[in-house]
């Protein structure tokens, strides 16, 4: 065969490749993602390596790099090849500490954005000499310091006069002076977010609105203190608000909405999870001056269809509504949703009452974007609404039915044959589904990464899992608990999915330590087990398990009666961040 044809075209390629400036190669190497930039650039040619360390502006997260080490050493190594970097994501990574910043911030000087948020090594004192020795921080994510104080957060932002985004969510220490302080020295602040510090209060809005009119999302969700005064003072003073969150805080009335709604035009992002005095009235005030694309009032007990149609009908803009575990929703409300909001790619109404299979394939007919949807908890859902998904929703990616017991085989494979991109599937107590609906979501929906199916009985045999394993290699989460699984079918599924991370078996009565024991060998990224009542796990396989699996983290053993104290002490002592639960005394 002639090659040389091929050839020249590969040397025209790269002729052409090598006109580019290094400016130019700079400019697209900052707009690669980091995995590519650290990972790929690199290995091209020699002058891409020489170029990498002169590119400007450039971001680094390593979320990638959790899968394949949490080694310090590593991370600072892909730091020191660039010279610029401004903006440094290290969230989530246990091992990073007081002397990883030390070195980073010495190589980092133009850092401009951190995260560290869930970096439990880091101390305070670090934090904050990180913020003094780097003076251009415009973002800072430390969540879950739960050492913080305010006046910490009060030195920080002395430090950091052009902070425009701070995270402070899960610091339970903090009170009204670290945000007043923070509000005084930061003016220029855009976003806020205290999740969960319970301690403050109404005067820490009062502080934002009067100090940072430039205020575009403020999150305050499980701020158990705040009520509709404070939230009135916030919009009053910072009109350009866009995202607001205050999930969980019940206090909050009508009041709080109609302000919103009369100061803030630019409003299109509101969550009011859980605020159990909001009613329809605080809906349709809301509605009346707001654009909406997202809104979340799921668990608001006073709601009635009536707020599910003032959405449909003055918010055609929306792309995410969260309505679950209200009051009723009629196929009415949903039918005038598929009509009047085509953008709609999120919609959840888990737990709502009444609604039916034309409900949800109106929905699916008007919005052909869906990305994810969940009607779980409907008794009188059945194989219909799971077609018209199929029919008119071929982005669907998530699907949650739960408890749909209507919902059969037929169902599932026109789920699978018009949704080739499902990722997510949660059947979980659908007692009709087994075999033939697995094997469809195996042959159609390669991209499936979790799949729930506990409950579903005597339908689902080993042949529906020996096959799913075989088609979906990329299974990360997996749950068939009440299942009649035997250990040959879980050591094939191990084999085959290696990058499983959490699997449920509970009440799984035919497993042995033959199946817990593959799981540990073959599933190198496994973090979750749930093993609970399987009488055969004895405290043997506990043991090999925990040296085979050394990424496991939780662990449920409940009413395991062949296992003993020592095989959890086992455990504990190889995994001592773990939380294992077996023995009755444990739980």
């Not at 085989?409 to 075999?435: F, H, N």
Request: charge should be neutral.
């Amino acid at each position: 065969r002639d090659l040389s044809g091929m050839s020249k075209i590969a040397q025209g390629h790269c002729a052409q490749i090598d006109v580019l400036s290094d400016e130019l190669l700079c400019e697209i190497f900052v707009r690669l993602d980091s995995r590519s930039l650290l990972v790929h650039v690199s290995g091209v040619c020699r002058r891409w390596r020489e170029v990498i360390p002169t590119t400007l502006n450039v971001h680094l997260d390593f979320v990638w790099v959790l899968r394949l080490t949490q080694s310090v050493d590593v991370i600072a190594r892909l730091v020191a090849r660039f010279r610029h970097v401004v903006a440094l994501d290290l969230g989530g990574i246990d091992s990073v500490a007081d002397d990883t910043l030390a070195t980073l911030r010495e190589r980092c000087r133009e850092l401009a954005m951190v995260r560290l948020a869930g970096c439990k090594q880091v101390s305070v004192a670090s934090i904050r000499c990180l913020a003094l020795h780097l003076t251009r921080l415009t973002a800072f994510d430390f969540a879950a310091c739960e050492q913080l104080t305010s006046a910490d957060v009060v030195a920080i932002a002395q430090s950091c006069p052009r902070m425009t985004s701070i995270n402070c969510t899960g610091c339970p220490r903090l009170v009204d002076d670290a945000v007043v302080g923070l509000a005084h020295a930061c003016p220029r602040l855009r976003e806020v977010k205290f999740g969960g510090c319970r301690k403050l209060t109404d005067d820490s809005l009062s502080a934002l609105g009067s100090q940072c009119a430039q205020l575009s999302t403020a999150w305050f969700p499980s701020c158990w203190q705040v009520s509709s005064k404070g939230v009135t003072l916030l919009a009053e003073g910072c009109p350009q608000l866009t995202s607001v969150c205050f999930s969980n805080c019940n206090l909050l009335t009508d009041d709080s909405l109609d302000a919103l709604s009369h100061n803030c035009p630019r409003l299109s992002v509101v969550m009011y999870s859980a605020c159990y005095r909001v009613t329809d009235a605080g809906i349709s005030a809301l509605t009346k001056q707001c654009t909406l694309r997202y809104v979340d009032f799921s668990r608001c007990r006073l709601l009635t269809d009536a707020s599910a149609l003032c959405l449909s009908e003055s918010c055609s803009a929306l792309q995410v509504v969260d309505l679950r575990l209200n009051g009723l929703v009629s196929n009415a409300s949903m039918s005038l949703l598929g009509s009047n909001c085509s953008r709609l790619t999120h919609v959840n109404f888990r737990g709502c009452q009444s609604l039916e299979d034309s409900g949800i394939t109106c929905v699916a007919q008007g919005c052909p974007w869906l990305d994810s949807c969940d009607f779980s908890g409907y008794a009188t859902i059945t194989d219909a609404a799971l077609r018209g998904l199929g029919d008119h929703c071929p982005h669907l990616t998530c699907v949650r039915m739960q408890s749909c017991r209507q919902v059969t085989d037929a169902g599932l494979c026109a789920l699978a044959e018009g949704c080739g991109r499902l990722a997510i599937v949660d059947l979980q107590y659908c007692p009709q589904v087994g075999d033939i609906g697995v094997l469809c979501l195996g042959n159609h929906c390669a991209r499936l990464a979790e799949l729930s199916l506990g409950g579903s009985g005597t339908l689902l045999t080993d042949l529906g899992v020996v096959e799913l394993s075989e088609k979906c290699r990329h299974l990360r989460h997996l749950d068939l608990e009440l299942t009649q699984v035997s250990d040959a079918a879980v050591q094939t599924l191990a084999t085959n999915a290696s990058q499983l991370s959490h699997v449920d078996f509970a009440s799984c009565g035919q497993l042995t330590d033959k199946a817990f024991i593959a799981l540990g060998r073959c599933c190198r990224h496994l973090s979750f087990i749930a093993l609970a009542r399987c009488p055969h796990v004895t405290d043997a396989g506990v043991e090999e398990f925990s040296e085979c699996s050394r990424r496991i983290d939780r662990a449920q053993f409940k009413h395991c009666s062949s296992l003993t104290h020592a095989a959890l002490k086992y455990l504990r002592k190889n995994h001592p961040r773990g939380e294992f639960f077996g023995i009755p005394t444990d739980y």
